[in-house]
């Protein structure tokens, strides 16, 4: 099914520290989407890039988060300084398109604890 | 924003007995994607429908073409390795991806 990639598998940190997570999408997919899925199932979505370049993000991440996705390298995500709400499993996926109805296929996910 | 209203929450069968999900939109939707996601978190894509219905195996699902309001899967003759959590995510007109909130579906034998 999917080939997207996501490391690590489990993340645990502690307050104010940071918490980095990688995603390598499938290959010729020049979309990538960041979503967190909280232990209520609701999905959030964070940040997406087409190529190098971000197209849309929310508030919270343009604030909290720090998140690349250059060339010939995995994406990452990384959140400055990790807070108790930030546990959540962190998703990755990519796509053919943004700017067309395209199907996502998603990574295994990045499960992070803060304590 | 956008809602997309999954139903029901939780689904308990019996090995071999069929059942639907639903997934109702606030809002015209562009396309649908439903999802399985097993123990470990991975969320597998088992349908992508802009409009019309597809199946695969016992597995079907459609989406409504007319209102574009509304999308179902439909499950035959159930077997445990179907148990697992099902979602919907639809994209709207401004290609906004919605998930619905889950759907757990347990088969016993």
């Known amino acids: 099914n999917s080939k997207v990639i996501q490391t690590p598998r489990y993340l645990v940190k502690g307050q104010g520290q940071k918490a980095k997570m990688r995603c390598i999408p499938e290959k010729g997919h020049p979309v990538v989407f960041w979503y967190q899925q909280n232990k209520n199932n609701e999905f959030k979505f964070l940040i997406n890039f087409q190529n190098q370049e971000v197209l849309q993000q929310i508030d919270m991440t343009e604030k909290r988060f720090s998140a690349e996705c250059p060339s010939n390298s995995p994406c990452s995500l990384e959140i400055q300084s990790s807070e108790a709400g930030d546990s959540a499993l962190y998703l990755c996926?990519?796509?053919?398109?943004?700017?067309?109805?395209?199907?996502?296929?998603f990574g295994s996910g990045t499960r992070l604890t803060v304590l | 924003g956008d809602q997309v209203e999954q139903s029901p929450s939780a689904l308990s069968l019996h090995e071999g007995t069929d059942s639907a999900l639903r997934c109702n939109f606030t809002?015209?939707?562009?396309?649908v994607q439903w999802f399985r996601q097993n123990s470990r978190g991975s969320l597998i894509s088992l349908f992508y429908l802009a409009s019309g219905t597809k199946e695969n195996g016992r597995l079907k699902s459609a989406f409504d073409s007319k209102e574009r309001r509304y999308s179902t899967l439909h499950i035959r003759d159930a077997q445990l390795e179907d148990s697992g959590t099902y979602f919907c995510?639809?994209?709207?007109?401004?290609?906004?991806?919605?998930f619905g909130t889950g759907t757990s579906l347990l088969v016993d034998p």
């Open positions: 995510a639809a994209l709207n007109m401004g290609y906004k991806l919605t």
């Open positions: 996926a990519s796509s053919l398109s943004s700017t067309s109805a395209e199907t996502l296929y």
């Open positions: 809002t015209t939707m562009r396309s």
